[in-house]
């Protein structure tokens, strides 16, 4: 659970500066910086998506936060396209990106993905494809029985989050509660694409610090398993010694599907 001068849950409406969080974890994707923590999600969300096998009409992305990356490689490959986040700050700072007057347009992270295409498409041409397949940005909060407040949605054929279950979950048993929570939102046989960090404790946005739960390779992998997936790719990165944002033992994608 959440010491006392780590900030969590409300927090990220008060505390949680989307600008900063970017330009701390996602403006430069060299892979020299934040020791290649950026380059390393984006590349295996690449590998991910670029077999197109994990397709279908409509994707579900969980705690998006202030930067949509883990749906971009997505786009060609669905239809319809349902943001979420918990923060009113963050929904707000999205929909002004996407839709509205806000400066951030996401430039580094599309021309990251573009180089790694063969395609040659301009970034601005997914940008657009992006927004015209995006249906909303919905509220949702991972520790409520009902995770949409009574928004009703059908069942998804994919759902990708990243790094955001464990920013939600105070403990190892409620991020179980919420990846049984997740999967009844995906068919049987629906992909659900995960970013996360393990081992971590604490992360900062700025001067504050942000709780994260302390989960083990062997802890996540039995949470989704019992939540009736099957591991089909996991990709990995261990992180660096020292770190000035956070203490993240080391980070991964995975890609699953849904058996039962
Ligand atoms: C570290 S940020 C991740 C943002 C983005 N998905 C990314 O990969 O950079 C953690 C996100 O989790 C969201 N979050 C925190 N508590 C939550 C909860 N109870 N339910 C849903 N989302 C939550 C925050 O609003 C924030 O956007």
New binding site residues.
């Given amino acids: 659970m959440a010491e006392d001068n780590v900030l969590?849950?409300e927090h990220?409406n008060t505390h949680?500066d989307p600008d900063i969080?970017i330009n701390s974890?996602?403006t430069v994707l060299d892979d020299t910086v934040e020791d290649g923590l950026a380059a390393f999600i984006l590349n295996s969300l690449h590998s991910v998506f670029k077999s197109g096998n994990v397709k279908g009409k409509r994707l579900l992305e969980?705690?998006?936060?202030?930067?949509p990356?883990?749906v971009i490689p997505a786009v060609p490959f669905v239809q319809d396209i349902y943001l979420?986040?918990?923060?009113t700050v963050?929904r707000k700072y999205l929909q002004d990106a996407l839709f509205g007057s806000g400066k951030q347009d996401y430039a580094n992270v599309y021309d990251f993905f573009a180089k790694l295409s063969d395609a040659g498409e301009p970034w601005r041409k997914r940008s657009d494809d992006l927004k015209a397949k995006v249906c909303g940005i919905f509220p949702?909060?991972?520790?409520q029985d009902d995770?949409f407040s009574g928004s009703y949605f059908p069942l998804f054929d994919v759902i990708t989050?990243?790094?955001?279950i464990e920013?939600?979950a105070p403990d190892v048993e409620t991020y179980g509660n919420i990846a049984q929570k997740i999967s009844k939102y995906l068919k049987v046989g629906g992909h659900l694409v995960i970013?996360g960090v393990l081992d971590q404790k604490y992360?900062f946005v700025g001067e504050h610090k942000?709780f994260s739960v302390c989960i083990s390779e062997q802890e996540l992998k039995s949470c989704w398993e019992q939540a009736g997936f099957t591991i089909l790719s996991w990709n990995h990165m261990k992180g660096p010694e020292e770190n000035e944002y956070s203490d993240f033992g080391s980070a991964f994608v995975m890609d699953c599907v849904k058996k039962s």
């Fill in positions: 969590f849950g990220y949680f969080y974890f996602f969980i705690g998006t936060g202030p930067i990356h883990s979420t986040d918990f923060s963050n949702c909060n991972l520790l995770i989050s990243s790094l955001c920013a939600a970013v992360y942000f």
